[in-house]
T-cell receptor
């Protein structure tokens, strides 16, 4: 079963605007990761945030994690047309449960 | 980051035939490999987890006799879709991790294989 649920399912913005995507999950986690997928391609890792972290930055990306609400957000600032892709959150369980479970994803379209 | 190579990127096969997809870790020892399936505009569904030298662990609802997984070496895992049918048409993606990093770091993904069964 799916662990993560992203919203919105689709997001269309203009170049230069910020894009925010949210992810909720159901069980305890070791870490939460965000991935990007261009159409018909493999996944590219963007950022990993551990369960004891609350916020992380990487370039134009900012990720937050609220374990009390079991939710995370991915903010892409100053978006570019090249950011157009699907974005997935994925959770890694704790203990021996090292499976990576993906959410349904958000399709981001950045219009030039 | 580590490099995972998946081959072929696209394959078209006739119904009833078998297709083998390879997943190789090029610059690290992949003690654990994961196989996912993705339908159009949907998320990745984990099919099975394989550890080098042991039998794969399949997720509920995945037919182990239909989707044969072999992880015979630390750099290669294969997924064979046996007696393929049109409903097996999908995008298959592998990812690889080492024992040291499987819990705490990112996963490294192959480029994916688009399988079309006609």
């Amino acid at each position: 079963s799916q662990q993560g649920e992203e919203d919105p399912q689709a997001l269309s913005i203009q170049e230069g605007e910020n894009a925010t995507m949210n992810c909720s999950y159901k069980t305890s986690i070791n870490n939460l990761q965000w991935y990007r997928q261009n159409s018909g391609r493999g996944l590219v890792h963007l950022i990993l945030i551990r369960s004891n972290e609350r916020e992380k930055h990487s370039g134009r990306l900012r990720v937050t994690l609220d374990t009390s609400k079991k939710s995370s957000s991915l903010l892409i600032t100053a978006s570019r047309a090249a950011d157009t892709a699907s974005y997935f959150c994925a959770t890694r369980g704790g203990g021996s449960n090292y499976k990576l479970t993906f959410g349904k994803g958000t399709l981001l379209t950045v219009n030039p | 980051g580590a490099v995972v190579s998946q081959h072929p990127s696209r394959v078209i096969c006739k119904s009833g035939t078998s297709v083998k997809i390879e997943c190789r870790s090029l610059d690290f020892q992949a003690t654990t490999m994961f196989w996912y399936r993705q339908f159009p505009k949907q998320s990745l569904m984990l099919m099975a987890t394989s550890n080098e030298g042991s039998k794969a662990t399949y997720e509920q609802g995945v037919e182990k006799d239909k989707f044969l997984i072999n992880h015979a070496s630390l750099t290669l895992s294969t997924l064979t879709v046996t007696s393929a049918h049109p409903e097996d048409s999908s995008f298959y993606i592998c990812s690889a991790s080492s024992r040291r990093t499987v819990l705490d770091t990112e996963a490294f993904f192959g480029q994916g294989t688009r399988l079309t069964v006609v």
